[in-house]
């Protein structure tokens, strides 16, 4: 139990477009999902936490108007990186947390962006 | 915020040891502390967690502590086996007023089992 997926699971794009990635919780309900952010050999850091049917709440220094996310349902949260430059280029994981299971963060397989 | 601090950034064993990770954080409303294990160009798995309630808990071969008046808390592993080898990364997380906050995660620890 306790699966959390995310597709695409490589983007390559090029500078100036816009890229969609999908995270859903596959057997259970999430009311909060997160998005995180990873530079080669370093840690995650937290972007934003979106809540199902509420705006989503960014981090310091984190653009919303750049990085778009929508909590459509309880299963369900995307993250649109518009206009991608280079320094995009990331590995942009997902979790979410079990409406019943408190606390815990269940991290998605992540999705590798390349931005030409 | 919050500021985790993780120690060792790389930690070479010999299979059969045993391994300690130490991580200290600010916070002191911080409340649980998630450690998670990541292999190289996947997503962070959830090995152990514990709860500000709790000073000790122990699955199989991985243990955590933690020590809250210090604000410290440790993951430890026995009887290490090749496929323990990985990036470990320590968490801490506290609950706002209006629900929960993201994880904020320790700098990580590779660990690597010799043989």
């Known amino acids: 139990g306790a699966v959390v997926s995310q597709h695409p699971s490589r983007v390559i794009c090029k500078s100036g477009t816009s890229v969609k990635i999908e995270c859903r919780s596959l057997d259970f309900q999430a009311t909060t999902m997160f998005w995180y952010r990873q530079f080669p050999k370093q840690s995650l850091m937290l972007m934003a936490t979106s809540n199902e049917g509420s705006k989503a709440t960014y981090e310091q220094g984190v653009e919303k108007d750049k990085f778009l996310i929508n909590h459509a349902s309880l299963t369900l949260s995307t993250l649109t990186v518009t206009s991608a430059h280079p320094e995009d280029s990331s590995f942009y994981i997902c979790?979410?947390?079990?409406?019943?299971?408190?606390?815990?963060?269940?991290f998605g397989p992540g999705t590798r962006l390349l931005v030409l | 915020g919050e500021n985790v601090e993780q120690h060792p950034s790389t930690l070479s064993v010999q299979e059969g040891d045993s391994a300690v990770i130490k991580c200290t954080y600010s916070?002191?409303?911080?409340?649980?502390f998630p450690w998670y294990k990541q292999e190289l160009g996947k997503g962070p798995q959830l090995i152990i967690d514990i709860r500000s309630n709790v000073g000790e808990k122990k699955d199989q071969r991985i243990a955590v502590t933690l020590n809250k008046t210090a604000k410290h808390f440790s993951l430890h592993i026995t009887e290490t086996q090749p496929e323990d080898s990985a990036v470990y990364f320590c968490a801490a997380m506290g609950y706002s007023g209006g629900g929960a906050d993201g994880l904020t995660f320790g700098k990580g620890t590779h660990l690597i089992i010799q043989p």
């Open positions: 979790s979410a947390e079990a409406l019943t299971g408190r606390e815990t963060q269940y």
């Open positions: 916070d002191s409303a911080s409340n649980y």
